[in-house]
């Protein structure tokens, strides 16, 4: 197969969700002496980006993009089986820490947040709900994140949000985090009160925004 051929393939097996495919296309690709980053690049991660698209549409759901990423994976596991750690974290759009903030015990939003960050390639921390803001920052230290995103589904558990932000401040390492926040009370008014750098309304919509800050800050 040429290579364009194999990145073709390799986004088809995304689109199509078939890890089968995405494993014999990801050997193809190394026994054709391909770039394995090129073809994360230009084929798995362009397969994502469909997949994204037609989630934002509503004509695919949580299930497909959970199928979706684990041909990813299943991809790039084979791809970058030979590659430095700093060669793997390369590939990786950016690391980010999901929780849903102390006091608070619903996650469905925050996973549907989740299966869309790993969708296009984000290293996720999920530390599940409820969780200490002490413990959001600890381990936002200890992996080295670039994006704290925390969920609030009440109004009384809205001020943990702001209780992060402050901590991070008080332990003089607020610059070194994207802090993103949402939930159904929460609002972008909120968000700017607060001092974080971003709200997002939706799954999709904090996948754009992570992408674009990242991009800023790098920049």
């Given at each position: 197969?040429?290579?364009?051929?194999?990145?073709?393939?390799?986004?088809?097996?995304?689109?199509?969700?078939?890890?089968?495919?995405?494993?014999?296309?990801?050997?193809?690709?190394?026994?054709?002496?391909?770039?394995?980053?090129?073809?994360?690049?230009?084929?798995?991660?362009?397969?994502?980006?469909?997949?994204?698209?037609?989630?934002?549409?509503?004509?695919?759901?949580?299930?497909?993009?959970?199928?979706?990423?684990?041909?990813?994976?299943?991809?790039?596991?084979?791809?970058?089986?030979?590659?430095?750690?700093?060669?793997?974290?390369?590939?990786?759009?950016?690391?980010?820490?999901?929780?849903?903030?102390?006091?608070?015990?619903?996650?469905?939003?925050?996973?549907?947040?989740?299966?869309?960050?790993?969708?296009?390639?984000?290293?996720?921390?999920?530390?599940?709900?409820?969780?200490?803001?002490?413990?959001?920052?600890?381990?936002?230290?200890?992996?080295?994140?670039?994006?704290?995103?925390?969920?609030?589904?009440?109004?009384?558990?809205?001020?943990?949000?702001?209780?992060?932000?402050?901590?991070?401040?008080?332990?003089?390492?607020?610059?070194?985090?994207?802090?993103?926040?949402?939930?159904?009370?929460?609002?972008?008014?909120?968000?700017?009160?607060?001092?974080?750098?971003?709200?997002a309304d939706?799954?999709?919509e904090a996948?754009?925004?992570?992408k674009k800050?990242?991009?800023?800050?790098?920049?």
């Amino acid at each position: 197969m040429t290579k364009e051929e194999i990145y073709e393939q390799l986004k088809t097996a995304v689109t199509e969700m078939d890890s089968d495919m995405a494993e014999e296309a990801a050997n193809a690709a190394l026994e054709t002496g391909l770039d394995p980053l090129e073809c994360i690049s230009e084929g798995l991660s362009a397969g994502m980006q469909v997949m994204s698209d037609l989630f934002d549409e509503g004509e695919a759901f949580v299930p497909e993009l959970l199928m979706a990423a684990e041909a990813f994976e299943s991809a790039t596991g084979i791809l970058t089986g030979s590659l430095s750690d700093e060669e793997k974290a390369s590939v990786k759009e950016g690391k980010v820490i999901l929780h849903t903030v102390e006091g608070d015990i619903h996650d469905i939003g925050k996973n549907i947040v989740k299966t869309l960050f790993v969708a296009n390639n984000f290293e996720v921390f999920d530390l599940g709900r409820d969780v200490p803001v002490e413990e959001v920052i600890k381990q936002a230290e200890k992996n080295s994140v670039d994006i704290i995103a925390g969920a609030a589904l009440m109004t009384t558990t809205m001020p943990s949000q702001r209780d992060e932000i402050k901590l991070l401040k008080e332990d003089g390492i607020r610059d070194k985090y994207i802090c993103m926040y949402g939930g159904a009370p929460v609002s972008a008014e909120w968000c700017e009160s607060i001092g974080a750098d971003a709200y997002a309304d939706t799954a999709t919509e904090a996948v754009v925004i992570a992408k674009k800050l990242l991009a800023e800050k790098s920049a």
